[in-house]
């Protein structure tokens, strides 16, 4: 089979080769079952042994303390704005750090629960920093604390979660860590829940992985819808209602391909986490060296998954960036376009992309910088 294209997309996006093949090859008849993954009841053994490697494979891979729950649910990132606050916030108070557009997503929606503030706003650097943590305007009687940890679209990431007992807060802090979830291992002493879409680093889209600490559940609002409370979804172990059945069939795949990943002489979440480290080094080193290309955000808190980056100065006209988009594509790199808001280019380069493709990327910038510095 000829090689595949490097695909960058920000999600849903790319997925190991290794899983899409086993994918197919199990799409008919699924183990002998006769069926494919699509058709089980979702209460067969079949697919209980399936959804059981899956939550046993991320615990192992996240060292997820026996304390938290791991549910499997549905609605995404999105959904978990209104299901977080209908399930923490008991009406009260919520402070929310927005650090790029998707934790303002999640500030706005929060607000139609519960009484929401923002602590920190990094708006007047144009989301290219963290609002130092010193900085938070955090209240004694929050509910919860909100974070992003890895902005998506802004390419601005936590590389350390903050520490708010330290800082005198006593509230639990949540993260949306969609799009770099299983790309490094979460200190779960600083957190008390964390949701993800799968779409971004881990499976198809439909699944949405939220992990949550015991003691925070079993507070939801009256108005939460009851596939929604996160009590009667962690009693159900994630089969209150049918679950994203195929979704936590390939994830779990992933997740297996992930426990057996090597890398630099690691295996498993050091491995990958290592390969990101490199990926994006070589990235951020090409763009910053490149007299036609810049990535705007601050070096301390560069994501490893999303490399936002422009032309330069004069070179940042549509007809460039267009240019630059379809030449990528005519080598086989897709979807680097730049989110609709920000506009420029965006190469999202999770835990599936190998590093070739990202010395390929750093190849064509070099000579597009040839062709048109
Ligand atoms: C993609 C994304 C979302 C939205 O996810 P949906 O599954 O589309 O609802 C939320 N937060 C972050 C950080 C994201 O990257």
Redesign the pocket.
């Known amino acids: 089979m000829s090689q595949r294209p490097f695909n960058f997309s ?2 849903p996006a790319a997925l190991p080769e290794e899983v899409l093949q086993q994918v197919a090859a199990e799409m008919l008849n699924w183990q002998g079952s006769g069926m494919s993954v699509m058709e089980m009841s979702h209460r067969g053994a079949e697919f209980t042994s399936i959804a059981e490697a899956s939550e046993r494979d991320l615990r192992d891979l996240l060292q997820v303390p026996s304390n938290f729950h791991i549910l499997f649910m549905q ?7 209104a299901i977080v606050p209908m399930n923490l916030s008991r009406g009260g108070k919520v402070d929310v750090v927005v650090s790029g557009s ?2 303002k ?2 500030a706005q929606e929060a607000r139609r629960y519960a009484d929401v503030s923002v602590a920190a706003d990094g708006a007047a650097g144009r989301y290219t920093s963290l609002p130092p943590v010193g900085s938070w305007q955090l209240r004694k009687d929050a509910a919860y604390v909100h974070l ?6 802004d390419g601005v990431e936590f590389h350390e979660l903050p520490d708010l007992k330290a800082l005198g807060c006593d509230a639990p802090l949540v993260i ?4 770099h979830q299983l790309s490094r291992p979460i200190d779960w002493s600083r957190v008390g829940l964390a949701f ?5 680093n881990i499976g198809p ?1 439909g699944l ?1 992985l939220v992990f949550v600490r015991e003691d925070l559940i079993g507070h939801a609002m009256s108005i939460c819808p009851s596939a929604f409370d996160f009590k009667t979804v962690a009693e159900a172990k994630s089969m209150y209602n049918t679950p994203p059945t195929f979704g936590i069939y390939v994830a779990g795949l992933v997740f297996k391909w992930l426990k057996a990943f090597s890398y630099a002489g690691k295996t498993g979440l050091a491995a990958i986490e290592q390969r990101n480290i490199d990926k994006a080094q070589l990235l951020y080193a090409a763009l910053d060296a490149s007299p036609l290309f810049e990535n705007r955000v601050a070096t301390d808190c560069r994501s490893r998954m ?1 490399v936002p980056f422009y032309l330069r100065g004069a070179f940042n006209t549509d007809t460039l960036t267009q240019a630059f988009l379809t030449g990528a594509k005519e080598r086989q790199l897709l979807q680097l376009k730049g989110h609709k808001s920000v506009g420029g280019m965006r190469a999202s380069i999770y835990n599936a992309m190998p590093l070739e493709g990202v010395q390929a990327l750093v190849a064509y910038l070099k000579d597009f910088e040839t062709q048109y510095g």
């Open positions: 920000a999600g609605g995404g990132g999105l959904a978990e704005n998707w934790s997503k999640s992003c940890s890895n902005e998506t679209i949306d860590c969609s799009s993800g879409g799968a779409q971004k889209a949405t999303n």
